[in-house]
Structures are given as C-alpha cells and as structure tokens.
C-alpha cells in the first residue's frame, strides 16, 4: 500500500512545461593548432520539457528544444538534453535548482557540407522555479564533436561552439 501510495505521488509530482528563450553562441575555429577568432551568433529557441521526480529534491528533466540562428548563415536546430537536476533551495513559493547534463542535438539548413549535422553538448546551469508555475533558468552549454568531418578536413580544421542560454517556461 505504501509502494502504491509513493507511485502515485510521483506521477502527480511529474512536471511538463513550455517555454522559450535566447541562445548566444560562440564558435572558436581553429586550424592546425593556430587560433582564429571566436564568431558570435544569436539566436531563439523553443521547448517542451518532462521533469520526473526521483525523490523530493532530485529529478530527471528532458526537453526536445527548437532553435534558430539570426545571421546570413542562419540554421536550424533540434536539441534533446537529459539533465539531472537537483534542488538546492526550496520553500512553497520559489525553489533554487542545478542541472547538469547530456544534449544531442542536430542541425538543419547547413551551407557546408564538411560541417557535421549532429553533436553532442555537455550542458550546465541553474534554474528557479516560482509558485510551481514559471520557471526561470540560464546555462551554459558546451559541444565536444569536432564540428568538421571528413578526414581531408578535419585534420587540419577544428570547430567546437559554446552556447550561453536563457529561457522561461510555464510549468503544467
């Protein structure tokens, strides 16, 4: 009875939410070992997420986000982060959590076909819900796939980008 009681405050707990934010990003190009400058794009996303409790101050949270970049080589992008997330401070009208975790994530409309379409990002942040009903959050995120591929290319070029985020969703 205990077992089923916990359960089915577990499913009530589980959290979905909408959202949408600002992405800047910074792409630091390098060619056989020689820095180049850092390019800059800006960008909007959009989200849905699922938090799934594993105990009152601990939870799994995953989203499929959305996204574009603003400039003449603008893409788009599909990003899917499985983040544990834990809660730092809480009271019953705002709770203080951290996030830490995996994204894959896939790029669409690219103009140069030695980029590669796909990545993977460790991505980081912290985050503060109000009233269980908006939640606020910022994060860094960072990918670690060489962002050119083909071996003719990618020995002497390198790519890896870094995003700075933040968004607000409406929790349901």
């Not at 009875?1 to 949408?20: N, P």
Request: net charge negative; hydrophobic share 40%.
């Amino acid at each position: 009875m205990a077992a089923l009681l916990l359960c089915c405050t577990l499913a009530f707990a589980q959290r979905f939410s909408v959202g949408a934010g600002y992405c800047h990003s910074s792409v630091q190009e390098k060619m056989v070992n020689v820095e180049n400058e850092l390019v800059y794009h800006n960008g909007a996303f959009a989200e849905v997420g699922y938090d799934a409790p594993i105990n009152r101050y601990v939870s799994i949270l995953s989203k499929l986000q959305g996204g574009m970049f603003f400039d003449q080589n603008g893409y788009y992008y599909a990003k899917v982060p499985v983040l544990g997330k834990a809660i730092a401070v809480s009271d019953m009208d705002f709770k203080l959590f951290v996030y830490l975790g995996p994204e894959f994530s896939y790029r669409f409309g690219l103009k140069d076909v030695r980029q590669m379409p796909w990545n993977v990002w460790l991505s980081g942040g912290a985050g503060l819900d109000i009233y269980n009903r908006i939640r606020i959050n910022m994060g860094y995120e960072h990918n670690f796939v060489n962002e050119y591929r083909g071996h003719d290319v990618a020995v002497y070029l390198s790519s890896h980008s870094t995003d700075f985020t933040v968004g607000v969703s409406f929790l349901f």
